[in-house]
C-alpha cells in the first residue's frame, strides 16, 4: 500500500471493527487486517450485524488471510491498534491428548465448520460461560450433551447470574442459553479428572467435591477460559501484566503510536471489546471527547468481565490434575515431570524444546503460565510513555 | 452447506459439502488419527481455530497443512501421517 495508512487496526474482531469504524468515520485513513479468510473475530464471524455493515460503509479498508507477525506493522501506517483478541486457555489433564478430545471452543468451531456431531454422546467441561454456548450449538446439531460441568462452586456461579441484571444485553443472553439447554445437565463445582479410552477417547472420569464417577462419551470438550493473544503486542514492547496488554485511558499500550482494544486487554466479552475499540479508534483519529463520553460505559463492562473473572476463577485442584507422565507441551511432547521444577520458561525451552515447537508456545505458554506462573520471555519496558501524541491534534 | 463435493482421504473417496473444513471432513470420515506425534502418540484436532497445529495433514502434495482452516475443494487430495 503506498504511503500507507493513519490507522493500521490487527484483527478485525469487534474490538477491531469498532475501531476501525471510529477512525474511518473522524476522517482518518484506515487499514484492517486479520489472519483469518473472514472479518467478524470470534464471535461474529461469517455473519452480517449492525457493525459490519457500518464497516462496510466506513471506507476502512480490509485484508484477510494473512498473520500479522512482527513489528513491521508499524511501517503500515502511523498508528496500530491491536485487536487481536483472545484464544482458548487448556490445561492439562491424563488423556487430554486422546483423539476425541477437543476444546470446549475447539468444539464451536469444528461444528460450525461442518463437523457432524448428531448422535455423538458429548460431554462438555471447564470453565466459563463458553460452556453452555457450545452444549447448546451441540445438542440443537443432534448430539447427546450427556453433562456440562464447570468447575466453579456453584455459589460463585449463582451469585454472577444474580448479578447480571445490572447487564441485562447478558441476563437475555443467558436466558437464551438456558432455554436452548433444555434438559441438559449442568453441574457446578465439578471437573473432569482424566480421559480415558484405548486409541480414543470412551470415557471421562469425572469428580465434583468427593463424589467420582465415570462418564462415557465420544466426544469431550475441555476448556478452562479464555487467554488473551498477547504475542504481537509482547513483540512490539507493549507492557504485558498477568496475561494481558496494559492500556491508558485512551487505551494506548506502552509503546506510543500503539494502542490496544478488546479482549487482547482481558477478558470481559464482546460489549466491552466493542466500547474500548471505539475509544480506541476515536482517541488515534484525536477525537478525545468523543472517546471520553464513552468511558462510563467501558467502566460497565469492565466491571463486568471482573465479575466473570472473580466468578470463573479456576480452583487449585484443576491445575494439578496433570500427573508428572502427562504431555504439557503437545508439539514436543514434554512432559509435566519435566517442566515442573524449572526455573521459568526460557529456561524450559533451553533443557527440553517446550515451547520450540509448531505452535510456538501459545498453547503451553498460556498453560505454563496457569500452573506454574511462569511469565514471558521478552523484556519488559518499564513505563508508560509520558506524553502521548494523537495523529490528528494539530 | 453447500453442494456435494468429493475429496480423497488416503487414496479413499470421501464425500463432503462445500464449505466444510478438512479437519470437520476428515473427523465425520472417521479418520483414525491427522498426524502422530514426536513420541508417536495419534493426535487430533483440539482448538479448531488455527493455533495448536495439532490437526496438521498433507494437502495436495504440500506438507503440514492445518486443516481447520482450510476449507475442501472438489477434488482435494488430503494425506494424514
Ligand atoms: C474459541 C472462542 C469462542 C468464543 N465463543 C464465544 C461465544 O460463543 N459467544 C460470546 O459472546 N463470546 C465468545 N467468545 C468471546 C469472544 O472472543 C469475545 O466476546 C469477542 O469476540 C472479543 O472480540 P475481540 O475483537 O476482542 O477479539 P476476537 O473476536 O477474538 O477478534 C480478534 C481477531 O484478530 C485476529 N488476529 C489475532 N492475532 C492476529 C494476528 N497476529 N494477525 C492478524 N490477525 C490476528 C483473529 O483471527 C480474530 O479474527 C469466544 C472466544 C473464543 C476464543
Ligand atoms: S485444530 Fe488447532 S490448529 Fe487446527
Known amino acids: 500500500m503506498s504511503g500507507g495508512s493513519d490507522v493500521v487496526v490487527v484483527g478485525a474482531g469487534p474490538a477491531g471493527l469498532a475501531a476501525a469504524c471510529q477512525a474511518a468515520e473522524s476522517g482518518a485513513r484506515v487499514l484492517v487486517m486479520d489472519d483469518n479468510a473472514a472479518a467478524g473475530g470470534q464471535v461474529w464471524r461469517g455473519e452480517q450485524g449492525e457493525w459490519q455493515e457500518r464497516f462496510a460503509r466506513s471506507g476502512a479498508a480490509l485484508e484477510t488471510g494473512r498473520a500479522v507477525i512482527d513489528e513491521r506493522v508499524r511501517e503500515r501506517g502511523r498508528t496500530v491498534v491491536l485487536a487481536t483478541g483472545a484464544r482458548e486457555l487448556f490445561l492439562p489433564f491424563p488423556g487430554w491428548t486422546l483423539p476425541g478430545v477437543v476444546g470446549a471452543g475447539g468444539l464451536q468451531a469444528l461444528i460450525k465448520s461442518g463437523y457432524d456431531v448428531a448422535g455423538k454422546r458429548v460431554v462438555v467441561a471447564g470453565s466459563g460461560p463458553l460452556l453452555y454456548a457450545v452444549a447448546a450449538l451441540a445438542r440443537e446439531k443432534g448430539a447427546s450433551v450427556m453433562l456440562v460441568a464447570e468447575q466453579a462452586p456453584g455459589a460463585a456461579v449463582a451469585g454472577f447470574v444474580r448479578g447480571l441484571w445490572r447487564h441485562p444485553e447478558k441476563l437475555a443472553q443467558g436466558v437464551g442459553l438456558a432455554m436452548a439447554l433444555g434438559g441438559v445437565e449442568a453441574v457446578r463445582g465439578c471437573w473432569v479428572e482424566e480421559a480415558m479410552g484405548r486409541g480414543r477417547v470412551e470415557g471421562v472420569k469425572m469428580r465434583c467435591g468427593r463424589r467420582v464417577w465415570e462418564e462415557s462419551c465420544d466426544v469431550l470438550a475441555a476448556g478452562f477460559g479464555l487467554t488473551p493473544n498477547t504475542e504481537l503486542a509482547e513483540m512490539l514492547g507493549c507492557h504485558v501484566r498477568a496475561g494481558a496488554v496494559e492500556t491508558g485511558d485512551w487505551q494506548q499500550t506502552s509503546v506510543e503510536g500503539v494502542y490496544a482494544a478488546g479482549e487482547v486487554t482481558g477478558i470481559g466479552g464482546v460489549e466491552k471489546s466493542v466500547v474500548e475499540g471505539e475509544i480506541a479508534g476515536l482517541a488515534a483519529a484525536g477525537r478525545r471527547a468523543e472517546a471520553e463520553r464513552l468511558f462510563g460505559r467501558r467502566a460497565q463492562w469492565r466491571r463486568f468481565g471482573e465479575e466473570l473473572g472473580r466468578a470463573f476463577a479456576l480452583r487449585e485442584e484443576v491445575k494439578r490434575l496433570a500427573r508428572g507422565e502427562t504431555v504439557l507441551c503437545r508439539c514436543e511432547d514434554v512432559t509435566v515431570g519435566q517442566l515442573r521444577d524449572r526455573a521459568g520458561w526460557r529456561e524450559a525451552k533451553l533443557r527440553t524444546r517446550c515451547g520450540m515447537g509448531a505452535c510456538q508456545g501459545r498453547v503451553c505458554g498460556a498453560i505454563t503460565r496457569t500452573l506454574f506462573g511462569w511469565g514471558p520471555s521478552k523484556p519488559r519496558p518499564p513505563l508508560y510513555p509520558t506524553r502521548f501524541e494523537d495523529l490528528f491534534s494539530d | ?81
Open chain 2, 1 to 81: 452447506m453447500g453442494r456435494r463435493i468429493t475429496i480423497s482421504v488416503n487414496g479413499r473417496a470421501v464425500e463432503t459439502r462445500e464449505g466444510t473444513s478438512v479437519a470437520a471432513a476428515l473427523l465425520n470420515a472417521g479418520v483414525a488419527r491427522f498426524r502422530r506425534s514426536e513420541s508417536g502418540e495419534a493426535r487430533e484436532p483440539l482448538c479448531g481455530m488455527g493455533i495448536c497445529m495439532e490437526c496438521r495433514v498433507t494437502i495436495d502434495g504440500e506438507a503440514q497443512v492445518r486443516s481447520c482452516q482450510r476449507l475442501c475443494e472438489d477434488g482435494m487430495e488430503v494425506e494424514t501421517t
